[in-house]
Protein backbone atom coordinates (compact mmCIF):
# COMPACT_ATOMS: atom_id res chain seq x y z
CA UNK A 1 0.00 0.00 0.00
CA UNK A 2 1.62 3.65 -0.55
CA UNK A 3 0.96 5.71 2.27
CA UNK A 4 2.33 9.49 3.27
CA UNK A 5 2.35 10.82 6.25
CA UNK A 6 2.45 14.20 7.72
CA UNK A 7 3.02 14.39 11.36
CA UNK A 8 2.93 17.97 11.52
CA UNK A 9 -0.71 19.33 11.54
CA UNK A 10 0.18 23.19 12.27
CA UNK A 11 3.23 25.00 12.07
CA UNK A 12 3.77 28.83 12.62
CA UNK A 13 7.09 30.62 11.53
CA UNK A 14 7.75 34.08 12.12
CA UNK A 15 8.27 35.98 8.72
CA UNK A 16 11.70 36.06 7.33
CA UNK A 17 12.63 32.59 9.20
CA UNK A 18 13.13 29.44 8.17
CA UNK A 19 10.59 26.55 8.69
CA UNK A 20 11.16 22.43 7.24
CA UNK A 21 7.59 20.75 7.00
CA UNK A 22 8.18 16.81 7.44
CA UNK A 23 7.01 14.32 4.94
CA UNK A 24 7.30 10.21 5.08
CA UNK A 25 6.10 8.16 2.74
CA UNK A 26 5.70 4.32 2.43
CA UNK A 27 5.92 2.14 -1.20
CA UNK A 28 7.69 -1.00 -2.47
CA UNK A 29 8.46 0.93 -5.86
CA UNK A 30 11.89 2.22 -6.72
CA UNK A 31 10.51 4.63 -9.25
CA UNK A 32 8.18 7.22 -7.87
CA UNK A 33 8.13 11.06 -8.21
CA UNK A 34 7.41 13.45 -5.16
CA UNK A 35 5.67 16.73 -4.72
CA UNK A 36 4.29 19.06 -2.76
CA UNK A 37 1.42 20.90 -3.38
CA UNK A 38 0.28 24.34 -1.57
CA UNK A 39 -3.65 25.34 -0.87
CA UNK A 40 -3.96 28.47 0.15
CA UNK A 41 -7.08 29.76 1.77
CA UNK A 42 -8.66 30.21 -2.25
CA UNK A 43 -8.39 26.21 -1.84
CA UNK A 44 -6.38 26.12 -4.87
CA UNK A 45 -3.98 23.65 -5.23
CA UNK A 46 -0.75 24.65 -6.35
CA UNK A 47 2.56 23.28 -7.28
CA UNK A 48 5.33 24.26 -5.22
CA UNK A 49 8.00 22.13 -6.07
CA UNK A 50 9.03 18.16 -7.36
CA UNK A 51 11.64 15.56 -7.10
CA UNK A 52 12.45 12.30 -8.93
CA UNK A 53 12.66 9.15 -6.77
CA UNK A 54 15.90 8.53 -9.28
CA UNK A 55 17.57 11.94 -8.44
CA UNK A 56 19.66 12.54 -5.77
CA UNK A 57 20.33 16.20 -6.21
CA UNK A 58 17.62 17.67 -4.35
CA UNK A 59 15.41 20.10 -6.04
CA UNK A 60 15.25 23.76 -5.43
CA UNK A 61 12.70 26.67 -6.22
CA UNK A 62 13.46 30.17 -5.40
CA UNK A 63 12.70 30.17 -1.64
CA UNK A 64 11.81 26.62 -1.50
CA UNK A 65 14.15 23.19 -1.42
CA UNK A 66 13.44 19.65 -0.38
CA UNK A 67 15.70 17.31 1.91
CA UNK A 68 14.84 13.80 -0.27
CA UNK A 69 15.95 10.99 1.61
CA UNK A 70 15.32 7.79 -0.43
CA UNK A 71 16.46 5.28 2.12
CA UNK A 72 14.40 6.39 4.84
CA UNK A 73 11.85 8.02 2.26
CA UNK A 74 11.39 11.04 3.80
CA UNK A 75 10.97 14.16 1.57
CA UNK A 76 10.35 17.37 3.87
CA UNK A 77 10.23 20.79 2.18
CA UNK A 78 12.20 23.72 3.67
CA UNK A 79 10.95 27.02 3.21
CA UNK A 80 13.69 30.13 3.83
CA UNK A 81 12.63 33.83 4.44
CA UNK A 82 9.27 33.16 4.68
CA UNK A 83 6.68 35.37 3.52
CA UNK A 84 3.32 36.36 4.67
CA UNK A 85 2.00 34.62 1.01
CA UNK A 86 3.05 31.24 2.47
CA UNK A 87 0.79 30.79 4.99
CA UNK A 88 -1.39 27.73 3.64
CA UNK A 89 -1.91 23.77 3.62
CA UNK A 90 0.70 22.33 2.30
CA UNK A 91 0.54 18.61 0.83
CA UNK A 92 2.90 16.19 0.47
CA UNK A 93 1.94 13.73 -2.53
CA UNK A 94 3.81 11.29 -4.88
CA UNK A 95 2.68 8.89 -7.60
CA UNK A 96 4.09 6.25 -9.16
CA UNK A 97 2.77 5.82 -12.70
CA UNK A 98 1.53 9.49 -12.79
CA UNK A 99 -2.34 8.29 -12.60
CA UNK A 100 -2.97 8.17 -8.63
CA UNK A 101 -1.82 11.11 -6.58
CA UNK A 102 -1.68 9.75 -2.87
CA UNK A 103 -1.62 13.05 -0.27
CA UNK A 104 -0.84 13.57 2.87
CA UNK A 105 -3.09 14.62 5.61
CA UNK A 106 -1.11 18.25 5.44
CA UNK A 107 0.52 20.62 7.51
CA UNK A 108 -1.51 23.89 8.08
CA UNK A 109 1.50 26.86 8.21
CA UNK A 110 1.02 30.13 9.60
CA UNK A 111 3.65 32.56 8.63
CA UNK A 112 3.03 35.12 11.76
CA UNK A 113 4.42 39.35 10.67
CA UNK B 1 1.36 26.36 -18.40
CA UNK B 2 -1.78 24.12 -18.17
CA UNK B 3 -5.16 25.09 -16.82
CA UNK B 4 -7.43 22.99 -15.21
CA UNK B 5 -10.93 24.95 -14.89
CA UNK B 6 -13.89 23.87 -12.62
CA UNK B 7 -17.45 25.25 -12.92
CA UNK B 8 -19.16 26.44 -10.44
CA UNK B 9 -17.02 27.19 -7.68
CA UNK B 10 -19.75 26.91 -5.24
CA UNK B 11 -23.74 25.72 -5.39
CA UNK B 12 -26.22 25.74 -2.80
CA UNK B 13 -29.04 23.63 -3.36
CA UNK B 14 -32.19 21.46 -2.32
CA UNK B 15 -31.91 18.13 -0.05
CA UNK B 16 -33.22 16.04 -3.12
CA UNK B 17 -31.88 17.42 -6.17
CA UNK B 18 -28.96 16.79 -8.15
CA UNK B 19 -26.00 19.15 -9.20
CA UNK B 20 -23.39 18.88 -12.08
CA UNK B 21 -19.86 19.48 -11.37
CA UNK B 22 -17.74 20.59 -14.74
CA UNK B 23 -14.05 19.51 -14.66
CA UNK B 24 -12.24 21.14 -18.33
CA UNK B 25 -8.70 20.89 -19.41
CA UNK B 26 -8.23 23.86 -21.27
CA UNK B 27 -4.93 23.30 -23.16
CA UNK B 28 -4.15 20.02 -23.08
CA UNK B 29 -5.93 16.37 -23.30
CA UNK B 30 -6.45 14.69 -20.45
CA UNK B 31 -7.65 10.63 -21.27
CA UNK B 32 -7.75 10.64 -17.41
CA UNK B 33 -9.43 12.87 -14.83
CA UNK B 34 -9.36 12.81 -10.74
CA UNK B 35 -12.38 13.72 -8.71
CA UNK B 36 -11.32 14.27 -5.38
CA UNK B 37 -13.54 15.60 -2.12
CA UNK B 38 -12.13 17.29 1.16
CA UNK B 39 -13.93 17.81 3.95
CA UNK B 40 -12.41 21.46 6.40
CA UNK B 41 -8.78 20.62 7.20
CA UNK B 42 -8.42 17.44 5.72
CA UNK B 43 -6.45 16.12 2.66
CA UNK B 44 -7.79 15.49 -0.88
CA UNK B 45 -9.68 11.63 -0.67
CA UNK B 46 -9.88 10.13 -4.48
CA UNK B 47 -13.34 9.16 -4.82
CA UNK B 48 -13.17 8.16 -8.32
CA UNK B 49 -10.93 8.30 -12.06
CA UNK B 50 -12.75 9.46 -15.19
CA UNK B 51 -11.88 7.24 -17.75
CA UNK B 52 -12.15 9.24 -21.45
CA UNK B 53 -14.69 7.29 -23.49
CA UNK B 54 -15.50 4.43 -21.14
CA UNK B 55 -16.71 3.74 -17.15
CA UNK B 56 -15.21 5.91 -14.03
CA UNK B 57 -13.97 3.66 -11.73
CA UNK B 58 -14.58 4.27 -8.26
CA UNK B 59 -12.76 4.22 -5.15
CA UNK B 60 -13.94 1.80 -2.27
CA UNK B 61 -16.94 2.99 -0.22
CA UNK B 62 -17.87 5.47 -3.16
CA UNK B 63 -21.42 5.14 -4.32
CA UNK B 64 -20.68 4.89 -7.96
CA UNK B 65 -24.97 5.54 -8.42
CA UNK B 66 -24.43 9.07 -6.17
CA UNK B 67 -21.89 10.10 -7.69
CA UNK B 68 -22.49 10.20 -11.62
CA UNK B 69 -19.06 10.78 -13.54
CA UNK B 70 -19.46 11.22 -17.36
CA UNK B 71 -16.16 11.83 -19.21
CA UNK B 72 -17.43 12.49 -22.80
CA UNK B 73 -14.44 14.04 -24.36
CA UNK B 74 -10.57 14.68 -23.54
CA UNK B 75 -11.29 18.12 -22.55
CA UNK B 76 -14.27 17.70 -20.33
CA UNK B 77 -15.16 15.94 -17.39
CA UNK B 78 -18.60 15.82 -14.75
CA UNK B 79 -19.58 14.62 -11.48
CA UNK B 80 -23.07 14.53 -10.74
CA UNK B 81 -24.40 14.15 -7.27
CA UNK B 82 -27.52 13.04 -7.09
CA UNK B 83 -30.20 13.33 -5.02
CA UNK B 84 -28.31 15.54 -2.88
CA UNK B 85 -28.11 14.98 1.10
CA UNK B 86 -27.10 17.33 3.49
CA UNK B 87 -24.37 14.73 4.22
CA UNK B 88 -22.84 15.51 0.55
CA UNK B 89 -22.04 18.99 1.35
CA UNK B 90 -17.85 19.65 1.26
CA UNK B 91 -15.63 20.30 -1.21
CA UNK B 92 -14.79 18.72 -4.54
CA UNK B 93 -11.88 19.54 -6.88
CA UNK B 94 -11.03 17.82 -9.62
CA UNK B 95 -7.60 17.56 -11.14
CA UNK B 96 -5.90 15.74 -14.37
CA UNK B 97 -2.12 15.99 -16.26
CA UNK B 98 -0.65 15.88 -19.31
CA UNK B 99 -0.04 12.76 -20.61
CA UNK B 100 1.68 14.24 -23.53
CA UNK B 101 4.10 15.09 -20.91
CA UNK B 102 7.07 13.11 -19.45
CA UNK B 103 5.67 10.96 -15.90
CA UNK B 104 7.04 14.11 -13.46
CA UNK B 105 4.30 16.42 -14.98
CA UNK B 106 2.41 17.85 -12.24
CA UNK B 107 -1.26 17.30 -12.00
CA UNK B 108 -3.42 20.37 -12.51
CA UNK B 109 -6.22 20.96 -10.21
CA UNK B 110 -9.36 23.11 -10.67
CA UNK B 111 -10.51 25.52 -8.56
CA UNK B 112 -12.87 23.62 -6.52
CA UNK B 113 -16.76 23.53 -5.48
CA UNK B 114 -17.93 23.85 -2.70
CA UNK B 115 -21.50 22.06 -2.51
CA UNK B 116 -23.76 23.42 0.41
CA UNK B 117 -27.17 21.10 0.28
CA UNK B 118 -29.54 22.70 2.36
Known amino acids: AQTVTQSQPEMSVQEAETVTLSCTYD???????LFWYKQPPSRQMILVIRQEAYKQQNATENRFSVNFQKAAKSFSLKISDSQLGDTAMYFCAFTITGNQFYFGTGTSLTVIP | GAVVSQHPSWVICKSGTSVKIECRSL??????MFWYRQFPKQSLMLMAT?????????EQGVEKDKFLINHASLTLSTLTVTSAHPEDSSFYICSARDFGQDMNTEAFFGQGTRLTVV
Open chain 1, 27 to 33: TSESNYY
Open chain 2, 27 to 32: DFQATT
Open chain 2, 50 to 58: SNEGSKATY
